[in-house]
């Protein structure tokens, strides 16, 4: 049984970074292409799309548009980052507001707005991350973005702290929404806390957490999740793990398939002989009916993803095919 290619969904704990799942999965899976789609920060948690094998090539085609945060946001200071991470750069005094009032403030920053990435983001600026600068003290002025916001659900607030589930379009960033609701509020804040419960069409209900995945790895099943999973220090022994092919099956139950990670795309179902002959470059699937020129599907052998197509205005291209037909 192979996990190659499909996706993973990893409810990442706080304190380790994404590329840190990413050589958990390698080390555990075998596989050597191991992506993730979409970068958590160290202090946040939640879902951590990881891509395995020739799925690292489909990453691009996925539709992540609709993210889903639960941010906790401490009221009364705002550090440099945005985050529990920084340090406290201004304090102001606790908003007064009640909580109908802030839940009708929070309906004011639902819909399409212009947002600046934060100081201390991966937001390129001539070829280096904005976080490059900001640890050098450099003020790098950027340009503002599109971003939408679909919702946002007040759970908690006690003049203190607000916790908010915020619906929104990729690109956003919870650090900056933190900071400009307090300043709303008339007060200052940071993040504490950020959980992703979803991104695209994976959930987080449908992730498995580290200490979850430590469980099928490990023969002791007694062992903390770090000491089983993350790389030991020199001198230290590792945990004894299970056989790759039982840990393999184990986790292919929990994955994504293409088909299923792709399914926003119209799909073109072909013919073992049409197949062979598309991946071998004698022409492209024609595009399923309805599709506007610039629309993309998916072509599949059964269940296996081969490509993706587009109609042109010279009708169906392809864009990228992944594998061999059988």
């Known amino acids: 049984m192979s996990l190659s290619p499909s996706f993973l969904v990893i409810d990442k704990p706080p304190g380790i970074t994404s590329h840190d799942v990413v050589d958990v999965l390698r080390a555990v ?8 789609t979409g970068t958590l920060d160290p202090f946040a948690t939640g879902v951590l799309p990881m891509a ?25 200071a705002a550090t440099d980052t945005g985050d529990p991470t920084g340090e406290v750069v201004q304090e102001r005094s606790l908003p007064t507001a009640s909580r109908d009032e802030v839940e009708a403030l929070l309906q004011t920053f639902v819909g399409d707005r212009m947002q600046v990435p934060p100081a201390f983001s991966a937001v390129k600026h001539k070829g280096k991350p904005l976080y490059h600068y900001a640890r050098q003290g450099i003020d790098v002025q950027v340009e503002a973005r599109p971003i939408t916001i679909s919702a946002m659900e007040l759970l908690s607030y006690d003049k203190s702290q607000l916790r908010v589930v915020i619906t929104c379009s990729r690109g956003t960033y919870a650090r900056v929404l933190a900071h400009e609701i307090a300043e709303a509020l ?8 950020l959980c992703r419960r979803r991104s695209g069409p994976f959930f987080l209900d449908d992730a498995i957490s580290m200490a979850s995945l430590a469980q099928i790895v490990s023969a002791d099943p007694g062992a903390p999740w770090d000491a089983v999973l993350l790389k030991r220090k020199k001198g230290e022994d590792r945990v004894p793990w299970n056989p790759r092919s039982q840990v393999v099956e184990a986790l292919a139950a929990r994955a994504f398939s293409p088909m299923r990670a792709l399914a926003h795309l119209p799909l073109c179902d072909l013919r073992p002989v049409d197949a062979d002959r598309v991946l071998k470059g004698a ?6 009916d309805g599709l506007a020129v610039g629309d993309r599907y998916l072509f599949a052998l059964g269940d296996q993803v081969l490509g993706i197509g587009e109609r042109g205005p010279a009708g169906p291209q392809v864009v990228r095919t992944f594998r061999k037909a059988r």
Request: hydrophobic share 40%; no cysteine; glycine share 14%.
């Open 29 to 36: 899976t075998g596989v050597r292409k191991v992506g993730h």
């Open 283 to 288: 022409g492209p699937p024609a595009a399923p």
């Open 186 to 193: 008339g007060s200052a804040g940071h993040l504490t806390a």
């Open 52 to 76: 395995l094998g020739p799925a690292t090539r489909m990453i691009q085609f996925l539709d992540e548009s609709v993210k889903v945060y639960d941010a906790t946001i401490q009221l009364g």
